[in-house]
């Protein structure tokens, strides 16, 4: 099997992304790979408030880079020994593959199988579906079993 050696992985505070994270520690971990964590603020959505307000930006940016510190101390509480995190504005379909992935000279990046709701998947495609047609690197989708506990929870122990 191909040894990855700079492993990028989205993070949006969601359920499956988290798992994903997970997974991602996990692979980052067997790899001996550095762990390049990202959040990319979807500035989409302040088009739709009608006077720009530099406040909620600020507000998204400190939120951004707090979620990113949490993370990288989950990561290296795993045990990943090499973890980078960035913040990025733009639309994630385009910032993770176009700029992020060449930018650092990623080899393979792991997302969800989906995120977006099954009206955004239908109108404008998942992040998951764009990166695997736009990236230059390899990809590796990780599907969220949602009867499987969640990170945060203790597997059921046997009596």
Not at 111 to 117: D, E, R, S, V
Request: proline residues 3%.
């Amino acid at each position: 099997m191909r040894r990855y050696n700079r492993i990028l992985v989205g993070v949006d505070g969601s359920n499956e992304s988290s798992y994903t994270f997970e997974q991602a520690c996990e692979f980052a971990i067997d790899q001996g790979a550095t762990l390049f964590i990202t959040t990319v603020i979807d500035t989409k959505t302040f088009a739709t408030i009608e006077r720009f307000d530099r406040q909620i930006v600020k507000r998204a940016e400190e939120q951004g880079h707090e979620t990113l510190k949490n993370f990288k101390q989950k990561a290296l509480d795993q045990g990943v020994e090499n973890v980078e995190t960035i913040l990025d504005f733009g639309s994630p379909k385009v910032r993770i593959t176009r700029h992020i992935a060449p930018k650092y000279d990623i080899d393979l990046i792991m997302a969800g199988a989906t995120g977006a709701n099954r009206v955004e998947r239908m109108v404008i495609g998942s992040v998951s579906e764009a990166i695997v047609r736009q990236a230059a690197c390899d990809v590796l989708i990780v599907r969220w079993n949602r009867s499987l506990p969640s990170a945060e929870e203790e597997p059921p122990t046997e009596s």
